[in-house]
């Protein structure tokens, strides 16, 4: 099919919706094929106001193995320029911040292929390395003034018809849905305790050796998807314990759904041009004791290891972003921020820039995928060095969840702490960086922290404790 660019005579609108909770909106679509929903959780802040929900697509855009299939059709070998060719143009309303454009993932796998990198781990062939859908109209839900919109555009008809379909889905949404109880699922990893600890350790090497500076270190864990398993129904689970700033739901296709509760932006782009990336780095767990748990969050940025961490991410993002950016454009205004999430606590910068004139969205995407913060330091050595210590393909994870509007904004967020379903498994990842700091037990322990959450909803946990020290004793 071709571009869907609708001229400028088909104005775009927002029409105001009685307030619904946004899971009691996903509890009434259910498992509908192609939706998105960019999900704003937990605290109500300037990055957990909005939330936007899309069904129906007007052009589906699919990449795998380099190859790219457009509305089912072959369509080339690139998909972030036949997707510039597909993002409609028009102002939107100022009453949302979305009306309509892309919404989709690039996974690691795309990030490596853009870095001209080869990999030895063998791809899950039900994993997309690349979707992108194209919404002519969405649902837009702001958390702070508890007011929903229905925001699209095209011909009179196509708005009317629109309005009329959200309005009886509206209609259908009950208040108060019950989130259905999981069944439990063991999981199995793609390595022991004791080798993701040698990894770590021959990382520290490769960074005394002066190869890398810091470098991320990532493990996945799968289960059997038990049959008629709902992917809506794990979201909301999931959705219900691990609320996070930028959760994602994109159902594409029968058999693959991306299920993410991730804290992390990671760039964003508004109307009038100006670039912020809000990179993640430095981990430390929440306590229910209110004490211990200050306690804990002044230990995390006294500490010299997380701190360089984060610092060298910042560094990296403003190298990547600088690309594009203005020249003296670029600048750091917040710098070890501490932040508070369901599990942990964060350190978190921020990276601003101007976007240089004659650039796009688009362009900002392609020269910085796949994520600093999930890489290293220089990216491209230390991407090598992930292939080489890992013991399996990152897949979705460590790729990034996209938004791109009409009016040319986009936004994007780190694609961590998020569950997989193909047609036949649940995938699970978490991972932590490295620096010649870091200790191999315990950022096995950042490891187990980080994904218990994620198995939790399946009723599983990650080896740790007696587990690791029996598996030692085997070893």
């Given at each position: 099919?071709?571009?869907?660019?609708?001229?400028?005579?088909?104005?775009?609108?927002?029409?105001?919706?009685?307030?619904?909770?946004?899971?009691?909106?996903?509890?009434?679509?259910?498992?509908?094929?192609?939706?998105?929903?960019?999900?704003?959780?937990?605290?109500?802040?300037?990055?957990?106001?909005?939330?936007?929900?899309?069904?129906?697509?007007?052009?589906?855009?699919?990449?795998?193995?380099?190859?790219?299939?457009?509305?089912?059709?072959?369509?080339?070998?690139?998909?972030?320029?036949?997707?510039?060719?597909?993002?409609?143009?028009?102002?939107?309303?100022?009453?949302?911040?979305?009306?309509?454009?892309?919404?989709?993932?690039?996974?690691?796998?795309?990030?490596?292929?853009?870095?001209?990198?080869?990999?030895?781990?063998?791809?899950?062939?039900?994993?997309?390395?690349?979707?992108?859908?194209?919404?002519?109209?969405?649902?837009?839900?702001?958390?702070?003034?508890?007011?929903?919109?229905?925001?699209?555009?095209?011909?009179?008809?196509?708005?009317?018809?629109?309005?009329?379909?959200?309005?009886?889905?509206?209609?259908?949404?009950?208040?108060?849905?019950?989130?259905?109880?999981?069944?439990?699922?063991?999981?199995?990893?793609?390595?022991?305790?004791?080798?993701?600890?040698?990894?770590?350790?021959?990382?520290?090497?490769?960074?005394?050796?002066?190869?890398?500076?810091?470098?991320?270190?990532?493990?996945?864990?799968?289960?059997?998807?038990?049959?008629?398993l709902s992917a809506m129904a794990a979201y909301r689970a999931l959705r219900a314990t691990s609320?996070?700033?930028?959760?994602?739901?994109?159902?594409?296709?029968?058999?693959?759904?991306?299920?993410?509760?991730?804290?992390?932006?990671?760039?964003?782009?508004?109307?009038?041009?100006?670039?912020?990336?809000?990179?993640?780095?430095?981990?430390?767990?929440?306590?229910?004791?209110?004490?211990?748990?200050?306690?804990?969050?002044?230990?995390?940025?006294?500490?010299?290891?997380?701190?360089?961490?984060?610092?060298?991410?910042?560094?990296?993002?403003?190298?990547?972003?600088?690309?594009?950016?203005?020249?003296?454009?670029?600048?750091?205004?917040?710098?070890?921020?501490?932040?508070?999430?369901?599990?942990?606590?964060?350190?978190?910068?921020?990276?601003?820039?101007?976007?240089?004139?004659?650039?796009?969205?688009?362009?900002?995407?392609?020269?910085?995928?796949?994520?600093?913060?999930?890489?290293?330091?220089?990216?491209?050595?230390?991407?090598?060095?992930?292939?080489?210590?890992?013991?399996?393909?990152?897949?979705?994870?460590?790729?990034?969840?996209?938004?791109?509007?009409?009016?040319?904004?986009?936004?994007?967020?780190?694609?961590?702490?998020?569950?997989?379903?193909?047609?036949?498994?649940?995938?699970?990842?978490?991972?932590?960086?490295?620096?010649?700091?870091?200790?191999?037990?315990?950022?096995?322990?950042?490891?187990?922290?980080?994904?218990?959450?994620?198995?939790?909803?399946?009723?599983?946990?990650?080896?740790?404790?007696?587990?690791?020290?029996?598996?030692?004793?085997?070893?």
């Amino acid at each position: 099919m071709t571009a869907h660019n609708p001229p400028q005579t088909y104005p775009a609108y927002a029409h105001e919706l009685p307030w619904r909770e946004v899971g009691d909106v996903l509890a009434a679509l259910g498992d509908v094929p192609w939706m998105a929903c960019l999900d704003s959780g937990g605290d109500i802040a300037p990055r957990g106001r909005w939330s936007v929900i899309c069904i129906d697509p007007v052009h589906v855009l699919v990449a795998r193995a380099g190859r790219c299939m457009l509305d089912g059709r072959e369509a080339g070998d690139d998909p972030l320029a036949l997707l510039r060719g597909l993002v409609p143009s028009f102002s939107c309303p100022v009453q949302v911040p979305f009306a309509g454009g892309a919404i989709g993932f690039a996974d690691y796998r795309f990030g490596q292929r853009a870095m001209g990198l080869a990999t030895r781990h063998e791809a899950d062939p039900w994993q997309p390395e690349f979707v992108a859908a194209i919404y002519d109209h969405v649902m837009v839900l702001d958390r702070h003034a508890r007011q929903a919109w229905v925001a699209g555009y095209g011909t009179q008809a196509d708005t009317a018809r629109q309005r009329e379909k959200v309005r009886r889905l509206w209609d259908m949404v009950i208040p108060d849905a019950p989130v259905l109880p999981m069944p439990r699922v063991p999981f199995m990893a793609d390595r022991t305790p004791r080798a993701y600890r040698q990894a770590v350790a021959r990382a520290r090497e490769y960074i005394a050796a002066g190869d890398i500076f810091q470098v991320n270190i990532t493990s996945r864990m799968w289960g059997d998807r038990p049959p008629g398993l709902s992917a809506m129904a794990a979201y909301r689970a999931l959705r219900a314990t691990s609320a996070a700033p930028f959760g994602a739901f994109l159902s594409c296709g029968p058999d693959f759904a991306l299920l993410c509760a991730s804290p992390e932006r990671f760039i964003s782009l508004d109307a009038a041009g100006t670039i912020t990336a809000r990179p993640i780095k430095g981990t430390a767990p929440r306590d229910p004791d209110p004490v211990r748990d200050r306690q804990l969050a002044h230990a995390l940025r006294q500490d010299d290891k997380e701190c360089a961490e984060n610092l060298m991410i910042v560094d990296l993002m403003r190298n990547d972003i600088g690309q594009v950016a203005r020249i003296g454009s670029v600048r750091v205004p917040e710098l070890f921020s501490l932040e508070r999430f369901a599990h942990v606590h964060h350190l978190v910068s921020e990276v601003r820039a101007t976007l240089q004139a004659g650039h796009d969205g688009i362009d900002l995407l392609r020269v910085t995928l796949p994520p600093g913060s999930v890489t290293g330091a220089p990216k491209h050595r230390a991407m090598q060095v992930i292939d080489e210590l890992e013991s399996s393909a990152r897949g979705p994870y460590c790729g990034v969840v996209f938004r791109i509007g009409s009016d040319g904004a986009m936004d994007s967020s780190v694609i961590i702490r998020t569950l997989t379903l193909t047609r036949d498994r649940i995938w699970a990842a978490a991972g932590g960086g490295i620096t010649i700091l870091s200790d191999p037990d315990r950022e096995y322990d950042e490891m187990c922290l980080k994904i218990a959450a994620l198995l939790a909803v399946f009723g599983g946990m990650p080896p740790t404790g007696k587990e690791q020290a029996s598996e030692e004793k085997r070893g």
